[in-house]
């Protein structure tokens, strides 16, 4: 499938719960609400034709003002195509669906976004730290996690990092 | 160990006494990131470490004499480094192999590096390099080696501070 045939696949199934879809280097990248955000996985993964059955992976992203970014990277291995499945979370309350019921695989995934990120899985079975020190205070990857070194020394290069 | 822990032997049998220790050093190593790669092609054929006295490799903390922390270290992995060094047996020494261990390297600002292993543990000889090149460890263990042939006994075992003389 083209990722436009992806993208409309599960459009009509999603109807108006997917907000946004583009395609770029062959991948569809499909934005859905949070609220649905397992359930288009479920759809992607057992539908037939799209048979998205193997998970890839699942993070998150740090947009700043508009929240988090959840991106799930799911590959057909019978058809060969791709999808990014997106969903956004706001700031104060970021909390999505857990997807272990779809891809059981997806756990630790979700663990370690929910501690890099300090985003809830809802229905998560075991959602503690898989990676950080138990005593770990924050959310290390969010962009207003202050590094303690970087603050006593500046960064030594001649651009900040992303400049 | 006697009566070397309570007056200072004389020079010839001190001698005799740090010239066998330092070609004897079992060695452990603590691989944690590429800087291992670099330890393991020290300890093979080409540049061959053993050559030198430097054995590889102790079973277990219990049996070493020498620690090479080679690589990265986490705030995660450091109490468990701590420990594997505290179970090894006095006198022990320890090389800091590459950047990171060192000082964090080019990991210094991160979240989750701690700033160098001699935040933990005492570390007699200092590689640097990112990765050091295996030369490099066999310069560092031959400094180790002059350091182990000037020291005191005494010293050594009563837990004071340890001199370095020039070798």
């Not at chain 1, 990014?84 to 663990?111: I, K, S």
């Not at chain 1, 770990?136 to 900040?160: D, T």
């Not at chain 2, 009566?3 to 010239?19: A, G």
């Not at chain 2, 200092?126 to 310069?139: D, I």
Request: proline share 8%; with cysteine.
């Amino acid at each position: 499938m083209t990722p436009e045939e992806i993208s409309q696949r599960l459009t009509a199934e999603l109807g108006d719960d997917v907000t946004s879809t583009e395609s770029s280097y062959g991948v569809a990248t499909v934005t859905v609400s949070a609220a649905r955000y397992a359930d288009a996985a479920r759809f992607a993964k057992t539908t037939r034709g799209l048979d998205f059955t193997f998970f890839d992976f699942l993070t998150a992203v740090d947009e700043g003002e508009q929240g988090y970014g959840i991106v799930t990277h799911l590959y057909s291995p019978i058809h060969k195509h791709h999808l990014q499945l997106r969903t956004v979370v706001p700031n104060d309350a970021p909390t999505v669906p857990t997807m272990t019921g779809v891809f059981r695989g997806a756990n630790w995934h979700e663990r370690e976004t929910w501690e890099m990120f300090g985003v809830v899985f809802d229905g998560h079975p075991n959602l503690v730290k898989l990676l950080l020190p138990d005593e770990f205070e924050g959310h290390p990857l969010r962009k207003e996690f202050l590094l303690m070194s970087r603050e006593v020394k500046p960064w030594p290069g001649a651009k900040e990092p992303g400049e | 160990m006697g009566l070397s822990d309570k007056v200072e032997v004389p020079p010839p049998i001190r001698f005799v006494l740090n010239w066998g220790r330092k070609y004897s050093l079992w060695v452990f190593n603590f691989g944690l990131a590429c800087c291992a790669i670099e330890f393991i092609a020290t300890s093979m054929a080409e540049h061959d470490f053993i050559r030198m006295g430097v054995i590889p490799f102790a079973h277990g903390p219990r049996q070493a004499d020498l620690m090479v922390v080679s690589g990265t270290l986490t705030d995660k992995m450091a109490p468990a480094v701590k420990r594997l060094y505290e179970q090894m047996p006095e006198p022990k020494y320890v090389i800091s192999f590459g950047s990171c261990a060192n000082c964090g390297g080019p990991y210094w600002d991160s979240y989750s590096v701690a700033k160098g292993v001699d935040q933990i543990i005492p570390v007699d000889v200092y590689v640097p390099g990112c990765p050091p090149r295996p030369e490099a460890l066999l310069q560092g263990i031959i400094k180790l080696q002059t350091k182990i042939q000037n020291e005191s006994l005494k010293q050594r075992y009563t837990a004071e501070p340890l001199t370095v003389e020039a070798g």
